[in-house]
């Protein structure tokens, strides 16, 4: 295979990641989840394709005189988005695993204010302090 075909196919690869990385980005930050379980494996299986076409470049013979030019620009700039666009999911989804309560879960009462509430403190003979 040639190198503009072989970095045609990685183009079209690196787009297809592209656009996984960006629904990943809308996910986290709207849904404030993590991507369901056949999101992630198509997106492995996505990766393991990348992965197969960066060693066909690799392995491919050297020819004199042979450039990527335009293509490997193009491939190398989507790849440096797919990078900050990783990171920036990677920082997003550890925001969401952090964050124990979910806009649906109720808030739970401190022990403070419950015990306010109840007059315990009142009764033990504690102040009872502003929150």
Same mark, same amino acid.
């Given at each position: 295979?040639?190198? %503009? #075909?072989?970095?045609?196919?990685?183009?079209?690869?690196?787009?297809? !990641?592209?656009? !996984?990385?960006? #629904?990943?980005?809308? &996910?986290?930050?709207?849904?404030?989840? @993590? %991507?369901?379980?056949?999101?992630?494996?198509?997106? +492995?299986?996505?990766?393991?394709?990348? #992965?197969?076409?960066? @060693?066909?470049?690799?392995?491919? /013979?050297?020819? @004199? $005189?042979?450039? $990527?030019?335009?293509?490997?620009e193009?491939?190398?700039?989507?790849?440096? +988005? &797919?990078?900050?666009?990783?990171?920036?999911?990677? +920082?997003?989804? !550890?925001?969401c695993?952090?964050?124990?309560?979910? /806009?649906? +879960?109720?808030? %739970? /009462?401190?022990?403070? *204010?419950?015990?306010?509430?109840? *007059?315990?403190?009142?009764?033990? *003979?504690?102040p &009872?302090?502003?929150?």
């Amino acid at each position: 295979m040639s190198l %503009p #075909e072989l970095l045609t196919r990685h183009l079209v690869l690196c787009e297809e !990641l592209h656009a !996984l990385a960006l #629904e990943e980005n809308r &996910i986290l930050k709207l849904e404030l989840r @993590a %991507p369901d379980a056949a999101w992630r494996e198509r997106k +492995q299986a996505l990766a393991a394709r990348f #992965e197969t076409s960066v @060693a066909d470049l690799k392995a491919r /013979p050297r020819v @004199a $005189g042979e450039h $990527g030019g335009e293509l490997l620009e193009r491939a190398r700039e989507k790849s440096l +988005q &797919i990078l900050h666009l990783d990171r920036e999911n990677e +920082q997003l989804l !550890l925001r969401c695993s952090l964050n124990p309560l979910r /806009p649906d +879960q109720p808030v %739970p /009462p401190s022990s403070a *204010g419950a015990a306010r509430a109840y *007059g315990r403190a009142a009764a033990a *003979g504690r102040p &009872i302090t502003p929150p």
